[in-house]
């Protein structure tokens, strides 16, 4: 992994603001910013405790530590009717697409919507 620092990067050392020149080789950095690829364009870095690399220091302030999550398989909800091709609709005006949306909503109350105009 490779951390290109910008002139706009903060660094943080316990509860004060640092400089990267204050930080000694060897201690462990929390990096934060936006990646490609391998490499990490630093906004913030800030100094882990020694010892535990800041879990129990994390635990005690009631910081909850990033887990990624599994995929979730596709859910599927409404089927389409055997006989459809797409663009085989008809096209309306906003007022009846509209009143279309409303009636599909009075049966599916709390539904997503997108109204035309």
Do not use: H, W
């Amino acid at each position: 992994m490779t951390v290109n620092e910008a002139s706009a990067t903060t660094y943080q050392k316990g509860t004060s603001a640092t400089s990267a020149s204050a930080i000694a080789a060897g201690e462990t950095v929390l990096v934060l910013g936006t990646t490609n690829g391998t490499t990490i364009t630093a906004t913030q870095g800030i100094v882990q405790p020694a010892g535990d690399y800041g879990s129990a220091a994390s635990s005690a302030a009631g910081v909850v530590p990033f887990q990624r999550g599994a995929p979730t398989t596709a859910k599927q909800v409404g089927q389409i009717p055997a006989n459809y091709t797409e663009r085989s609709g008809t096209v309306v005006s906003a007022t009846a697409a509209n009143q279309a949306t409303e009636a599909s909503l009075a049966g599916f109350p709390g539904g997503a919507t997108a109204s035309c105009s």
